[in-house]
Structure formats: structure tokens, C-alpha cells
């Protein structure tokens, strides 16, 4: 706990110290991304493409074997859905204007070096790449251990309503808990792959090192993040979406209050990436600490 509230000190000592710049360029490169964030919220459960997504998924978990009555099986099926539709819809901001602000704040970071911001963006744009596959693969894994799972007890007629629930409950633990640990690989790679200025699998190895034993670490530190991003979308559901399907009109105000709320989402993003900056300077300090410390105790 100690170690995680130094570095949210730092963070935000790092952010109020480049305040100007930190809310001015990377959070306006953070915009266009923020608002198709928000948007795809509202717009994707409405969409056509949404049915025709939910149902193939259904249909392949049903082949696969998942019960239907489960509750795994409805969330699963629905956020993943979910997922995949707001991948497509906010893929060009993300490959872009996300990557760019990333590598904004990245170089503001990096003193005194001061790179290009080209020469940020390329292995920020591979290593973004690699993520992509990294955070499928985990997801098809995990499907995969949770077939197993599910026809094992069926199999052995195991599967009362009592015992699905129990599955179902360990199920989605398993899931949240993995895929939690994916996400916070892969942001801490894209932050490596900036400082180093190398992209690729090899930045993902690379955290995967520095985050042996201080994963708990960055998961306190993405919590208040993550519940951040996830009130600022819940507002501007709130306040504009609601407002506009009640009034089924978009007025000046709704319109400058809804720019507002993207603003702050994308000042949320711009934090996240300070304090990813952070984590990383502080496992690469405490990596070399226990590097020389192995050298002194060598005989």
C-alpha cells in the first residue's frame, strides 16, 4: 500500500507540474477517442450489428457446450459482444489520436532525451498491435479452459443448479482475474515500448518481468483509474443520453456539457498513462536495485 500511494503522489506531482501542457496537447489528442468511447456506449446496444453479434456468439457457446441456464453464460455472452463492437468502433481512434497522446505524454516524460514524436508513435502503434493479439488470445484461452470446465461436470452429470452457480461464479473470477492481469501487461508494455523506443512482443515480455511480483501494485493503482473512466461514462449516460431520448433533440447546452464530459474522460486517459510512466520508472528502479543486490552477494 505504501509503494502504490508513492506512486500516485508522484503521478499526480508529475501531472500538476506539466499541468498546462498535460491539459492542453495530450488531452485534446485524448478527445476524439474519448467521444467515440462515450458514443459507442449508447449507440452499439440500439445497433443492428449487435443482434446479429449476440446471436452468433450464443450459437457458438451453445455448440461449445455452455449451459444455458448459467449466468456465466449471459454476461459472458453479452459483454463480450459488447466488446468486440466497441474494438471496431473505436479502432481508428485508438490506433491514432490514443497512441499519439500516449506518446505525447511519453516524450514530456522523457527528459532530457525529448524525442520525435514519430519516433514514439511507431513502436507504440506495434506494440498497440500486439496487444490486440495478446488480449484475443487471452480471451480465447479462456473461453476455451471454461468449455473444458463446463463439460467435465456435465460429463460426470455434476451439474445441478446448485453447482452450475458455484461454476459459474468461479468462472467468472477466473476470467475477470486473468483478464485484468492481460490489460495491465499491456498498458505497462506500451508504456515500456515508448521509454525504450522498441515495440513489438518483446515490450510485452519485457513488463511481464518488471511486474513479477508487483502485480497487486498496479492493480490498485488501475482500480481507481478503471472506476474513474467507468463514473465519467455513467454521467454522460446520464446527462445526454437520457436528456436526448427524452427530448429527442440536441440543444447547445446538452452539446457543450456532453464536450465537457468527453474532456474529462480524456483527462483520465492522460492520467492513466502519467501513472503508468510512474509504475514503470518504479519497477525499472526496484529491477536494478535487485540486479545489483544479486551481484554484491555473489561470492
Known amino acids: 500500500m505504501g509503494r502504490t500511494s ?41 445497433s443492428p450489428l449487435f443482434l446479429i453479434v449476440h446471436g452468433r456468439l450464443r450459437s457458438l457457446f451453445l455448440a461449445a457446450g455452455f449451459p444455458p441456464s448459467s449466468q456465466l453464460f449471459a454476461i459472458l455472452n453479452l459483454k463480450l459482444s459488447q466488446t468486440i463492437l466497441t474494438f471496431l468502433f473505436v479502432c481508428p481512434f485508438s490506433f491514432s489520436f ?76 477466473f476470467y475477470s482475474i486473468v483478464l485484468a492481469n492481460a490489460y495491465i501487461i499491456c498498458n505497462l508494455a506500451l508504456v515500456s515500448s515508448g521509454m525504450d523506443q522498441h515495440g513489438g512482443f518483446l515490450s510485452i515480455l519485457k513488463a511481464c518481468v518488471l511486474l513479477q511480483g508487483r502485480i497487486a501494485v498496479a492493480l490498485s493503482l488501475a482500480v481507481p483509474i478503471n472506476l474513474s473512466l467507468a463514473a465519467i461514462e455513467a454521467l454522460f449516460q446520464y446527462r445526454i443520453i437520457r436528456n436526448f431520448h427524452r427530448s429527442m433533440a440536441l440543444d447547445l447546452a446538452m452539446l457543450l456539457e456532453g464536450l465537457l464530459i468527453a474532456y474529462l474522460y480524456a483527462l483520465i486517459l492522460v492520467l492513466d498513462t502519467v501513472v503508468g510512466c510512474m509504475l514503470w520508472r518504479s519497477c525499472k528502479k526496484d529491477h536494478k536495485e535487485m540486479y545489483f543486490l544479486r551481484i554484491e552477494t555473489l561470492p
Do not use: D, M
Open 98 to 173: 490514443l497512441l499519439l497522446a500516449k506518446a505525447s505524454i511519453i516524450k514530456s516524460l522523457k527528459p532530457p532525451e525529448q524525442p520525435s514524436l514519430s519516433s514514439l508513435f511507431n513502436p507504440l502503434l506495434i506494440t498497440q498491435l500486439c496487444n490486440s493479439i495478446v488480449i484475443i488470445t487471452t480471451n480465447s484461452t479462456c473461453f476455451f479452459l471454461l468449455v473444458i470446465f463446463f463439460n467435465f461436470f456435465e460429463f460426470f452429470e455434476l451439474s445441478s443448479p446448485g453447482t452450475l452457480l458455484f461454476i459459474s461464479v468461479i468462472g467468472a473470477i
Open 6 to 46: 508513492k506512486i500516485i503522489r508522484r503521478s499526480i506531482f508529475s501531472f500538476l507540474q506539466n499541468y498546462q501542457y498535460f491539459t492542453l496537447t495530450p488531452a485534446i489528442l485524448a478527445f476524439p477517442y474519448a467521444i467515440s468511447t462515450l458514443l459507442s456506449q449508447s449507440l452499439i446496444p440500439s
